[in-house]
């Protein structure tokens, strides 16, 4: 900002280039996804990051990536991992939480052409070339047969998912925009991309200038519209939290996989106290097979269940669900039921807003069920209203509802006060 002898003010919004200094971040167990942004003339992994030492699985340092072909993790020194590029994003264990200074060959990418990137089909870990921030939407998709589209054009002919998942390093969650303009890629930080076909990403070369928003008018990932609605869940266990996930209708979405959902990105790669994976499972299959999802749209309908798949790490833990108010997400005509089937647990949401739980074992995978369905035609009664002396002072009451229904009793005495 310069302010002038008259007060004129001029502001402008420049993004500083970074330095070859990989500063450790706030994390769990020393865990973060990265990406190097420079050149080198020995790319080896020790030697670009030295200052760690030794990065053998079982030391103090290692570095791991996602091997899209065989959907596995591979560990330093396998071939996936030995060498460390720009553009490539993979997981850093620094257990010291050392600053890491890049050795003397170390040298930025050329920011007067592009640089390309190549992904195969599924979640790739990428990161920016470049020193600078990049909007996404600013990269261009170059697919098998030559044809250069952007990122909407690309994401509309099923070419990839047009949004970068970062890693909170500190909630052990993923990040992303819903909305694709507002993408941006970081250097140093690393990044899930999904690709539905092997495509190669094609980075223009940056300016200093602050990357902005694109124009409007792109898509909104997972979004709800004016002819459905959308209903956020989040799950805490052991004081850490899962959030942004959601479930609802839109008029456009199918009943499975679609272009509508918002898929998650493989778990990261160290097993950390509270909720290890939430996501809602696509089909009816087995759990452990399925497709996760961060966002599960299905088109309307009178009735619609969703499968939501809540992993945690340890046993004997308080396992809790939230969601907002559903008087301002849910339509009225519609009664939503949380079902956890594992303890006998029917929860109608419309009157709560929490459902919690207790894990039998470790690493315990529950499956919730959600069902939406409409009001039936007859109105809410009560029948069939019956009490019965039990023994020691007990007395059993029995009714039948026409409609699931929160039900509060009051126990009154013959001269109508509460007992």
Excluded at 351 to 356: F, I, L, R, V
Excluded at 397 to 410: F, Q, R
């Amino acid at each position: 900002k310069f302010t002038g002898p008259q007060g004129k003010v001029l502001e402008r919004t420049i993004t500083i280039p970074a330095v070859p200094v990989l500063t450790p971040l706030e994390s769990l167990r020393g865990l973060e996804m990265v990406s190097i942004p420079y050149q080198f003339l020995n790319s080896d992994a020790e030697w670009v990051l030295q200052d760690l030492g030794s990065l053998q699985p079982g030391g103090n340092a290692t570095v791991v990536r996602y091997d899209p072909y065989t959907e596995q993790y591979k560990f330093f020194p396998d071939p996936a991992i030995t060498n460390i590029e720009p553009g490539m994003g993979f997981w850093l264990l620094n257990l010291t939480r050392a600053t890491v200074v890049l050795p003397a060959d170390a040298t930025p990418v050329s920011q007067e052409e592009a640089y390309s990137i190549r992904l195969s089909r599924g979640w790739n870990q990428i990161g920016s070339p470049f020193t600078v921030s990049m909007p996404l939407s600013d990269v261009s998709v170059v697919a098998a047969d030559g044809s250069e589209w952007s990122m909407n054009e690309a994401y509309s002919r099923r070419l990839l998912l047009p949004t970068a998942f970062a890693y909170d390093a500190a909630a052990n969650d993923y990040t992303w925009e819903a909305d694709v303009a507002e993408s941006v890629l970081d250097p140093y930080q690393g990044y899930w991309l999904r690709a539905y076909e092997p495509i190669t990403l094609q980075f223009p070369p940056p300016t200093l200038l602050a990357p902005a928003s694109a124009d409007g008018g792109g898509p909104v990932l997972g979004g709800g519209n004016s002819d459905g609605w959308s209903v956020s869940l989040m799950v805490s266990a052991a004081g850490r939290h899962k959030a942004g996930r959601r479930f609802g209708v839109r008029g456009e979405a199918e009943s499975g996989l679609d272009i509508t959902d918002v898929p998650q990105p493989p778990v990261a790669a160290a097993n950390v106290s509270g909720v290890a994976s939430a996501g809602f499972v696509v089909g009816d299959g087995p759990v452990h097979l399925a497709d996760r999802l961060l966002v599960d749209n299905r088109p309307p309908a009178s009735s619609t269940q969703w499968r939501f798949a809540v992993t945690t790490c340890g046993a004997e833990e308080e396992v809790t669900v939230t969601w907002d108010d559903l008087g301002t997400q849910l339509p009225g005509t519609l009664i939503a039921t949380l079902v956890d089937s594992a303890a006998g647990e029917r929860i109608y949401m419309r009157t709560n807003t929490s459902y919690t739980y207790r894990t039998r074992v470790a690493n315990e995978t529950r499956l919730l069920e959600v069902v939406v369905q409409e009001r039936g035609a007859n109105a809410l009664s009560v029948t069939s209203v019956a009490a019965q002396q039990g023994p020691g002072g007990q007395v059993g009451i029995t009714y039948s509802l026409s409609a699931a229904a929160n039900v509060d009793i009051v126990m009154r005495n013959i001269s109508g006060v509460p007992v």
